[in-house]
């Protein structure tokens, strides 16, 4: 499943890689994370869930920044497993920063998430449904923590 979007920051391209360098920071501003071990510089695990429609599946995922170009773009890779639900998930991020101007950067993302097992029989338009309106609730959860950086 592919998923693709991006969105604006107000605030330089240094200061947007700032926060998505710092995993711990940038754990609240992700929906469903209860928490975050790092474990190195490019290494960190996760407990998390999920509210899908009608249930919520609760995870432990394993992080690896794979690639990094400062101030430009990275690719980090998130595999894991459903606690309740068999299944595993792994869901490759690329994210890159563009300097649109005066401190605006635009944050483009893209997910490639596969699942097995019983995990990918929930079907992946209900999945997909879920991902997207995370991905936004992310992007929105950015956003709130540069305004009140700039306040």
């Known amino acids: 499943m592919e998923v693709t ?13 700032s ?30 869930f999920v509210k899908v429609q009608f249930m919520t599946l609760r995870f432990q995922a394993a992080g690896e ?3 990094a170009v400062e101030a430009e773009r990275m690719t980090v890779e998130l ?8 299944g595993l998930f792994r869901n490759q991020l690329e ?3 563009v300097h649109l101007g005066d401190k605006q950067t635009e944050v483009s993302y893209h997910m490639s998430l ?6 990918a029989s929930l079907g992946s338009l209900l999945v997909k ?5 995370s991905a ?16």
């Open 5 to 17: 979007g991006s969105f604006m920051i107000e605030a330089s391209r240094e200061e947007v890689w």
């Open 129 to 133: 449904g879920t991902v997207t309106k």
């Open 19 to 48: 926060v998505l360098m710092d995993a711990e920071s940038l754990a609240g501003c992700v929906p469903g994370v209860e928490r975050l071990a790092v474990i190195d510089d490019k290494h960190y695990e996760a407990e998390m």
């Open 79 to 86: 595999r894991g497993k459903a606690l309740a639900l068999a």
């Open 136 to 151: 936004a609730e992310f992007a929105e959860n950015v956003k709130k923590r540069f305004e009140r950086i700039s306040t």
């Open 114 to 119: 596969q699942m097995s097992g019983r995990l």
């Open 95 to 97: 994210v890159r920063l």
């Open 65 to 67: 920044l794979k690639d």
